[in-house]
Structure formats: C-alpha cells, structure tokens
C-alpha cells in the first residue's frame, strides 16, 4: 500500500476484508507492483465480496494461479479464501469486524496479536499495515518513526 497518512476506516467488513487482502499480498513486494494489478485481484476476487470468495473451491485457487493480472502466489490466494471464512465467523459472533475491534479496546497490542492469531499469511508487519491502512490509530514502531521522518505528510 502507498503510505496514506489520513487513512479512513472501511464502511463495510468488505472493505476491511480488501485492505486486508492488499496488505497481505503487498507484503515482500513493492506496493507499486499490487497498486498497479489492483483492478485485476478486484475483478479476480468477486470485488472482494467476503461471502463470495469464502466459497471459493480449489477449482477456483487453480483457475487464479493462472490468473496474469495477479501476483500467483498460492499460500497467498489460499489464506485469502481461508480468511474470507474468518471474517463470515467474525460477522456471526460480533456482528461486524469493526466491532470485534472494538473489544480490544485502547489495547492494540493484544488487537495486533489477535488479527496475527486468526488470519493466515498475517504477520506483525502485515497486520501493522492493515490496522493502519483501515484507519487504527497505532503507536509507530521506533522503525516506523525514522522512516516517517523521512516522509513528508501530503
């Protein structure tokens, strides 16, 4: 993702679930490389319609690993269906993602721990991007503060 200062929390788990999705595949990559193939991984993954891509078979991870408009990356493809299904179970237990994240409260580690614990291909660094691209006031890193001061606020 390209640095957004101002970023503004998703209006719907959908979104959350495409910012999340955009965090994880953007990780190891250049954000350029996933900003440009964007409108493809929209159009390969039903616009991110979490009820539609949680239904997504092998078939479908198969037919996306041909998919040239995306990064094919198997584990990558494969954890977004697996969580698509984290997400229904998250709507089913606390009626949306925002209001799980809520019951964390004001405690963003334990916040950083749990997205880590229950989505595939999500580790600190991912889940770091996600909660900050979805609007999450985090603390910055010590890391984060130097490559911040280097980067000016547009």
Known sequence: MSPNWN????????????????????????????????????????GFSISKV?????????KLMTD???VRN??????????AGE?????KDFGSFQKYLNTFGKNEER???????RFQHVGPSTARTF????????????????WMSGHKKS
Not at 32 to 38: G, L, T
Not at 111 to 117: I, Y
Request: charged share 35%; glycine share 4%.
């Open 111 to 117: 916040m950083l721990e749990a997205v880590q614990e």
């Open 68 to 70: 040239t408009g995306i």
């Open 7 to 46: 970023a503004k929390p998703p209006k719907n788990d959908d979104e959350y679930f495409e910012r999340m999705t955009r965090s994880l595949f953007t990780a190891g990559l250049n954000w350029k490389v996933i900003e440009n193939k964007w409108p493809n991984f929209q159009k390969a993954f039903a």
């Open 54 to 62: 949680a239904r997504f078979s092998d078939k479908d991870v198969k």
């Open 87 to 91: 997400f229904l179970k998250l709507e």
């Open 74 to 83: 198997e584990k990558k493809i494969q954890a977004t269906v697996h969580n």
């Open 131 to 146: 909660l900050w691209a979805s609007g999450c006031e985090l603390t910055p890193t010590r890391e984060e503060k130097k």
